[in-house]
């Protein structure tokens, strides 16, 4: 199934790393920052199939420039309704693997919900291991669908960012 997940041990720090090389050939000194976000992101944790990968970037362009660059090298556009954020989704042997979320390099990067989530989940071992049962559950549920499991455990998530920003001393805004 093209657009199944998995929820799996793998060794992510290297599938990261091999990834990042391939953008910083793509995007060159116009990436300031490439991190690896999401549950893939946080060391012993079972995560989705699929990596997610943040990118800053200097000056935030419009969607043609990075359409022009990703399209070539096996990436295609997620439409998303989301300001000053393009999302690109890769396929290896026909399987979704990577989810590259490129936004503009600036004072709140860090701050953004992805950092925030994983941050929380490096910190907080035993919310992780929540994580992972509810993300193992989910999948069991809606039978591998990628986009029923991501809608699927957006609450919980939420519950996740909102604590992370009330340990830091920010506001309940999402970025």
């Known amino acids: ?3 199944a997940v998995k929820v799996m041990e793998w060794d992510w720090v ?3 790393e091999k990834e990042k090389k391939n953008i910083r050939m793509i995007l060159g000194s116009h ?10 992101a946080i060391p012993q944790k079972e995560g989705k199939s699929v990596i997610s990968i943040m990118i800053g970037v200097v000056p935030f362009r419009g969607f043609g420039f990075y359409q022009s660059m990703f399209s070539l090298k096996d990436y ?5 309704d989301m ?3 393009y999302l690109f989704k890769k396929y290896e042997n026909d399987v ?9 390099f600036d004072e709140e990067f ?15 071992p035993e919310v992780a291991f929540e994580y992972s049962k509810v993300e193992r559950y989910i999948n069991m549920r809606n039978g ?7 809608r699927s455990k957006i609450g919980f998530i939420k519950k996740i960012i909102h604590a992370a920003r009330r340990e830091k001393g920010l506001s309940l805004q999402h970025i």
């Open 1 to 3: 199934m093209k657009n």
């Open 14 to 16: 290297q599938v990261f």
């Open 31 to 40: 990436a300031v920052a490439i991190e690896h976000v999401g549950s893939t």
């Open 76 to 80: 295609s556009y997620i439409q998303i």
């Open 83 to 85: 300001n000053d954020r």
């Open 96 to 104: 979704w693997t990577h989810n590259l979320h490129i936004v503009p």
């Open 110 to 124: 860090y701050m953004r919900d992805g950092f925030l989530l994983r941050d929380y989940l490096r910190d907080h």
């Open 144 to 150: 591998g669908s990628i986009a029923k499991f991501t």
